[in-house]
């Protein structure tokens, strides 16, 4: 699997699949849950309610529709909420490899990530790059290319920083 950076809006990902911080009631929130329901529209949150009636647990993915995204399908995962204490490290690993396990049964061969749980959750953004890309280096998967979406130039540069660092 090819690991990719970009700065941007994962909302204008032209990939197979993009991927949703989401959260356990799974009914939209801010950060970029916010802007994917936003973008797909109102579709997006009837597959959430149809698919996940009881919502998801920390750690866990699921899929809906995509909407109006140029996307085929969001991938909603759950990370841990750090700020209020969620922080045993295999949920937010979890994230990533059952984001990879969903994409797989869909057959998403291009699949955007945002920075899971490093927004509103406050996992610390170099740690959950890190997270994120030993998931990625390690993985078996027919996902041919997992693309890192930075919302800001720090991020971007963080990932590429670690990307280089290997
Ligand atoms: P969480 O609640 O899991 O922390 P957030 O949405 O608050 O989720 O933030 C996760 C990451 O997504 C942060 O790095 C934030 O800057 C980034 N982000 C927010 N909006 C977008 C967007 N439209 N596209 C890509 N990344 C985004």
Redesign the pocket.
Known sequence: MEITVVE????AQDVDAIVN?A?RAMRGG????G?IHRAGGPAVLEDCRRRFPAGLATGDAGWTTAGLLPARWVIHVV?PNYNRGERDRTLLTSCYHRALAVADDLGAHTVAF??????????PKTDAIDAALEVFRAAQTQVAEARM?A??SS?YAAIQDALRRG
């Open positions: 941007g809006d994962i909302t911080a959260n801010g950060g970029v849950d802007a990370g945002p920075l899971i749980s490093a927004g509103s959750y406050g996992w979406v919302f800001d991020t």
